[in-house]
Nanobody
Framework: QVQLVESGGGLVQPGGSLRLSCAASGSMFRFYVMGWYRQPPGKQRELVARITSSGSTNYADSVKGRFTISRDNAKNTAYLQMNSLKPEDTAVYYC????????WGQGTQVTVSS
């Protein structure tokens, strides 16, 4: 069982930045595939960014060039740096671990509004 704790969400103005963190339990973190997903109001959950154990990344087209996913294996933590935020980025953001099974965090709200 992998437990995840997300942090870093909040209210930000358009054009602003936020950094989300996802701390994971377990001694095998370096092997986890880490992902960030989001669920806008009234819509389905969607992939935002994903990073493999080797550091390969992929992004949704809507966030390419603005968001960066990274990981710190020494801290068992994955990050999502979000820059140039837009109102359409407003959503609950979830962290996900792919390791034998899928594990999800509780979600953190990101609201982009003036």
């Amino acid at each position: 069982q992998v437990q995840l704790v997300e942090s870093g969400g909040g209210l930000v103005q358009p054009g602003g930045s936020l950094r989300l963190s996802c701390a994971a339990s377990g001694s095998m973190f370096r092997f986890y595939v880490m992902g960030w997903y989001r669920q806008p109001p009234g819509k389905q959950r969607e992939l935002v960014a994903r990073i493999t154990s080797s550091g390969s990344t992929n992004y949704a087209d809507s966030v390419k060039g603005r968001f960066t996913i990274s990981r710190d294996n020494a801290k068992n933590t994955a990050y999502l740096q979000m820059n140039s935020l837009k109102p359409e980025d407003t959503a609950v953001y979830y962290c996900k671990v792919e390791w034998r099974n899928d594990y999800w965090g509780q979600g953190t709200q990101v609201t982009v509004s003036s």
